[in-house]
């Protein structure tokens, strides 16, 4: 398997670039030529025209600009490998010779600097390779694989856009589901596998703070939603610290502030984004309904008339990543008969969160993510020593290590199916 794997990263063709390139190349151009979401047509012209020349029928723009390739190989079960495709608005600062200077926008927003900070180049790299041994080792499992080219994963919207456009009725169904994410806690080379929990519900909420303004030096002429805002996002933190039981996971994050106009003036109003995260929908909704009363209640303390009260805006939310424990338990042993027992590792749950789980609640199969470790061991054995500490997914530094991480992605994923499909 080991060697056959490092064929495939050295020695790969990817003919939408119209010269021989192996993985760890491919890799290196989609990372210099991220997309955002809904806009990932190189990248899915790329995977399109690789699952075409390795031998899958494949249809494109499911969902907008989602890749579908299937390839049928006699009779037995039909397994889904998801990769998703799209980047984020972040200005990259890894330094790497082949980091990203790309420019973007999404549908509605302004033009920002768009970086792979999330790892999906790595997806879209081991989707690839994991195309080209299934279809080279098709000799030696029968049944039919659906690769399916995700867009849209950081906007929560991809897996229903391409649910809505027929995924489960133009193509095979699957019976099971599979997909990886890289990991910024675990070195390349290694995996995990959770049992139960893999991700979290995630909400995103936009608030108003609303005020009266007027200038700097008379702040007693004001309602100041700057000093509302701020005393809002530190009040926020007791709904987790103080209402919020210990023993069940939550996160409510303020990740974005923005208000006024120049250093003698006191806004009208102040805007807040925030996401929420939880495993359990009860209470992602009971912190929902918090999050509005501290921010009401800290409004009123601050004296802002009823006509101003803050504005609310999203709150809605999907559901948590959760794993088949039957399936996850089987491929967990599978990769420690693959890989071998040093290189799969225990995790605890994710706070970040997912929209995978829809292909398999929709087509009502067992489904598993897993983790697939990226950092370099040097970076790794350094960050362990004390060193600088590695930059996290979502972060402008992150930048995974390409030729160790994608082998090891090919290798699990490969194993994964032949776990699930039968031998011939």
């Not at 056959?4 to 020695?11: E, F, N, P, S, T």
């Not at 030529?33 to 806009?39: I, N, R, S, Y």
């Not at 169904?173 to 049992?195: C, Y």
Request: charge should be negative; include cysteine; aromatic fraction near 6%.
């Amino acid at each position: 398997m080991k060697s056959v794997l490092a064929g495939l990263v050295l020695a790969a063709a990817a003919p939408a670039l119209a010269a021989p390139v192996d993985l760890v190349t491919l890799y290196k151009d989609l990372h210099a030529h991220p997309e955002l979401a809904f806009h990932e047509l190189r990248s899915a012209g790329i995977m399109a025209a690789e699952a075409r020349a390795a031998g899958f029928e494949v249809t494109e723009k499911v969902g907008r600009t989602g890749v579908v390739a299937v390839l049928k190989n006699g009779k037995g079960p039909t397994v889904l490998i998801r990769a998703d495709m799209d980047a984020l608005p972040v200005k990259e600062a890894t330094g790497l010779p082949y980091a990203s200077v790309a420019l973007g926008q999404y549908d509605d927003g302004p033009m920002t600097p768009v970086m792979h900070a999330c790892g999906h180049d790595i997806h879209m790299a081991v989707w690839i390779g994991t195309a080209r041994w299934l279809a080279q080792h098709r000799n030696t499992w029968r049944g039919t694989v659906v690769m399916i080219g995700q867009p849209a994963e950081e906007a929560s919207g991809g897996a229903r856009a391409m649910l809505a456009d027929g995924l489960l009725t133009r193509f095979p169904k699957p019976d099971f589901a599979l997909a990886l994410h890289d990991n910024s806690t675990l070195p390349a080379g290694q995996v995990s596998v959770p049992l139960f929990r893999a991700l979290s519900i995630s909400s995103s909420m936009d608030i108003v703070v609303k005020g009266v303004g007027g200038h700097g030096a008379y702040p007693s002429t004001t309602k100041d939603p700057v000093a509302l805002a701020g005393r809002i996002i530190t009040a926020l933190q007791t709904i987790i610290s103080r209402e919020n039981d210990p023993f069940q996971p939550a996160v409510i994050t303020v990740g974005s502030i923005h208000g006024g106009t120049k250093h003698n003036i006191i806004p009208d109003e102040v805007a807040l984004q925030l996401t929420i995260r939880s495993y359990d929908s009860v209470q992602q909704q009971r912190l929902i309904d918090s999050i509005k009363r501290v921010v009401n209640g800290e409004a009123i303390a601050a004296g802002i008339p009823e006509r101003l009260m803050p504005s609310f805006r999203g709150g809605t939310f999907g559901q948590p990543t959760l794993n088949d424990t039957p399936m996850a338990t089987r491929l967990k042993a599978q990769f420690e008969a693959k890989l071998g027992k040093d290189r799969v590792v225990d995790l605890d749950p994710s706070m970040a969160s997912e929209d995978f789980q829809y292909f398999g609640l929709e087509a009502k199969a067992p489904s598993v993510i897993f983790w697939l470790g990226g950092v370099a061991q040097a970076q790794w054995e350094a960050a362990n020593a004390g060193g600088p500490a590695i930059p996290s997914l979502h972060n402008s530094g992150w930048a995974p290590d390409p030729a160790p991480t994608i082998a090891t992605g090919v290798e699990s994923m490969t194993a994964a199916v032949e776990m699930l499909l039968p031998a011939k």
